[in-house]
């Protein structure tokens, strides 16, 4: 066969020329944009043990430590990883009743209800409180909720004395008044009190801070979102457009990203919730389903959201997960690609196959169509345009573009790996790509060639067998089976030099260049140590057998130079009599033995320990035995402490006390008034000095 020409596509710059949607590079190739959703992972029973009394409020830091308030005016605190829970206070029997929690660090202030409100910190490290309020400037309150500020401070929404407007009150960390903003501005409507609410305890009122000086304050009974401007004192009114007409707001918390995330029910069925994302100007950024994750409170954790669910106690938790993106063009999970106009320089070409290397899944799918024609314009209604002109004319939906072309299409190659371009005529050829992905899955080009002009095997055969058309098409599409097989072997001949460079292979590939010289390695080997060991292989054949060669190749298996101790190196220490008996017990010291020691990091596993002997073992001296020593990451006086191995030098650091207080290690702890004394305190370089 003559030499064969193709268009090819493989780096971005290539699909670059051409029209997409929807899709993007990635490390398998060209393929549907990713983004990342809210997705339900595990959920754990919260405040299960007999001991705690029925659950009355509930509050979470970001660390995943979470406060609960029980009916018995105990206060509880629970680890979501370790599941440990332990009680931290048990309230007095004051008047009142404790009804809103909320936690930052090692502090918890709770709500205590009664006539009028009494807000108590308590510091739960030391199992007390801190401070106790139950006014504002001498005037009494009346809390509704609480949330603490990024300063030690806490705010609170709630009425003053005898009014009814409602009002956020800030707190200081001390508990004193700090500043109060009206919320009358915001039409907070407080008569709505009365209705029922749609989450545990009453609570009609949630209070989350962004990393701007903005708090947002979500009402329940309104599905009213309520934007603060803590520098500006004003309260306003968020556009609830974004809402949809099924769903209601639970609650609401704010993400290191500064997105301020809602928990959505459904009316109908309020066991289906959804999570919707604002950014801080209040344009929906995300949307992530959650599916029957039920609750009443969101929390923001590292990383992930939590959502409480006080009837079951239990906690879920929705972390971010990669998926493809929804196209809302067509609202599914797809992407396409239109090619420009391939030239092949000659009228009347008869375009010959594609070839492709793309990654698929069961759940997957990628169609190919493609139109060829002499002329780069064709008529769309009225209109005489060309393709790419058309494509990149954006007064028409994307849709109506896509559907007015449809007609131009041929049908599609469904899943293409090698196929021919079948009956497709003309100078220029168009490529439609689309791929179809599902909520896991996504399938990736890594790259396609175009063949032209079209050869066949049939034109070696007599002109008798070309005579009849319907015939002879079956047969040129029969014999192309064969074809495409003689020209992979072709291909393969032609690069056989490319599986001979160590750079390029990978794999069993590697493992085959390594088998010609003999060395075989186990399956842990990655593909980089692979091509170091194959590049140093006849350097560590000339010096097999010497300490050399076995220190080049446990450092290409390990990442590290080992220490290799001989008998010469060891003789030494075994003759010296204060230092005999530690070195018979820490190395072998016989004329026919020698020491490896390695990093306990470079072998942490048991299969590595086992290959690293086997391939010691295998490029030793025949005569000699060996003991591998694995250094550990500590240090005692009489074992194995090797600087730059398992111990290192540095500058003294601060020791720390309580969490707050310090000392430096240097610091000498000394009698006052006996320092630079003869036969007391004495320290040259710190309180005395040689002249």
Aim: aromatic content about 10%.
């Amino acid at each position: 066969m003559s030499d064969r020409t193709f268009f090819s596509f493989r780096r971005a710059p290539d699909w670059a020329r051409g029209f997409s949607m929807q899709l993007e590079h990635q490390k398998d190739g060209y393929s549907i944009v990713r983004e990342k959703v809210y997705r339900h992972q595990s959920r754990y029973q919260l405040a299960s043990s007999e001991h705690i009394a029925g659950v009355t409020n509930t509050a979470a830091d970001s660390e995943g430590r979470w406060y609960v308030l029980d009916e018995q005016r105990t206060v509880w605190r629970m680890d979501a990883a370790s599941r440990y829970s332990e009680k931290i206070i048990q309230l007095e029997e004051n008047a009142g009743s404790p009804t809103y929690i909320a936690a930052a660090g090692e502090a918890v202030v709770i709500s205590v209800q009664g006539e009028s409100s009494r807000l108590e910190a308590l510091q739960i490290d030391k199992s007390q409180i801190r401070w106790t309020t139950d006014n504002w400037y001498e005037e009494s309150f009346h809390i509704q909720a609480i949330a603490p500020d990024h300063s030690g401070g806490w705010l609170a929404i709630a009425t003053l004395g005898a009014e009814t407007e409602l009002q956020l009150l800030r707190f200081d960390v001390s508990g004193l008044p700090a500043y109060r903003i009206p919320l009358d501005a915001a039409a907070v409507d407080n008569s709505a009190g009365e209705a029922e609410p749609h989450m545990q305890s009453g609570s009609r009122f949630q209070i989350v801070l962004g990393k701007s000086p903005t708090c947002w304050i979500m009402d329940r009974y309104t599905q009213q979102l309520i934007e603060v401007d803590l520098l500006r004192n004003y309260a306003s009114l968020s556009n609830m457009d974004f809402l949809p007409d099924s769903c209601e707001m639970i609650s609401l918390c704010c993400t290191e990203e500064n997105l301020l995330w809602l928990l959505l029910a459904e009316k109908q069925d309020r066991n289906v919730c959804s999570l919707l994302a604002l950014n801080a100007k209040g344009a929906v950024m995300k949307h992530g389903y959650t599916g029957n994750a039920a609750g009443e409170l969101l929390i923001a954790g590292h990383s992930c959201l939590y959502i409480w669910n006080a009837d079951q106690r239990l906690v879920f938790r929705i972390v971010p997960v990669s998926e493809p993106a929804v196209w809302k063009a067509t609202g599914s999970r797809m992407g396409i690609w239109i090619s420009e106009a391939l030239d092949s320089g000659e009228a009347e070409t008869q375009w010959h196959r594609l070839v492709l290397q793309a990654t698929r899944q069961n759940d997957t799918q990628m169609n190919i169509r493609y139109y060829a024609s002499d002329s780069r314009e064709i008529w769309l209604g009225q209109e005489r345009t060309t393709i790419e002109r058309f494509l990149a004319d954006e007064r028409r939906p994307i849709e109506e573009r896509l559907a007015l072309l449809a007609p131009y299409w041929s049908t599609p190659l469904k899943d293409p790996q090698d196929a021919l371009i079948h009956k497709a005529k003309g100078r220029y050829l168009w490529l439609y790509v689309e791929l179809i992905g599902s909520a896991n899955n996504a399938p990736g080009i890594r790259s396609m060639e175009v063949y032209f002009p079209r050869q066949s095997y049939l034109d070696y055969l007599p002109a008798l067998y070309q005579q009849d058309e319907h015939s002879s098409d079956f047969l040129s599409r029969y014999l192309s089976i064969f074809q495409t097989m003689i020209e992979q072997v072709d291909d393969s001949i032609q690069g056989v030099t490319r599986i001979l460079e160590a750079n390029q292979v990978t794999g069993s590939s590697l493992r085959w260049l390594l088998g010609w010289l003999g060395i075989e390695t186990e399956d842990d080997w990655s593909d980089e140590q692979l091509r170091k060991l194959l590049k140093a292989a006849p350097q560590l054949y000339s010096l097999r057998g010497t300490k050399a060669a076995l220190e080049r190749l446990i450092e290409i298996y390990t990442g590290e130079k080992p220490i290799i101790l001989e008998y010469e190196q060891v003789k030494p220490l075994k003759e010296n009599v204060e230092l005999g008996e530690v070195a018979d017990r820490l190395y072998a010291a016989e004329p026919h033995m020698f020491n490896v020691l390695v990093k306990a990091e470079t072998v942490d596993t048991e299969l590595k320990r086992v290959s690293l002997q086997q391939l010691i073992d295998a490029y030793k001296p025949a005569f000699a035995t060996f003991k591998l020593i694995i250094l550990q990451p500590w240090v005692y006086m009489d074992l194995h402490s090797y600087l730059g191995m398992n111990t290192i030098l540095s500058e003294p650091t601060l020791l720390t006390l309580d969490g707050r207080s310090s000392m430096p290690h240097h610091t000498i702890t000394i009698d006052v008034g006996q320092e630079n004394r003869m036969d007391q305190h004495t320290r040259l370089g710190l309180n005395s000095r040689l002249e």
